[in-house]
């Protein structure tokens, strides 16, 4: 059982380990790059800018149809 326990704590402090090595690496990555957010700022805005076109043409659909039912020939 104690051999267990210890594989366990080995396991657990190599993940430690592990897992600070990779936020020390990200911070690092941000300090040197820093404006890394920025690439999904644009994406989100972009993708506000497409949804609110299609909307606007959604509209002009709605009314053009609207019209053109209601012409009589």
């Given at each position: 059982?104690?051999?267990?326990?210890t594989n366990a704590n080995s396991i657990a402090r190599i993940l430690?380990?592990r897992i600070a090595s990779r936020l020390a690496d990200a911070r690092?990555?941000?300090?040197?790059?820093?404006?890394?957010?920025?690439?999904?700022?644009?994406?989100?805005?972009?993708?506000?800018?497409?949804?609110?076109?299609?909307?606007?043409?959604?509209?002009?659909?709605?009314?053009?149809?609207?019209?053109?039912?209601?012409?009589?020939?």
């Amino acid at each position: 059982m104690r051999t267990t326990l210890t594989n366990a704590n080995s396991i657990a402090r190599i993940l430690g380990h592990r897992i600070a090595s990779r936020l020390a690496d990200a911070r690092a990555r941000f300090k040197a790059e820093p404006d890394a957010g920025y690439t999904t700022e644009t994406v989100i805005i972009t993708a506000l800018l497409i949804a609110c076109g299609l909307a606007a043409v959604g509209y002009i659909t709605a009314k053009v149809l609207a019209k053109a039912k209601g012409l009589e020939f």
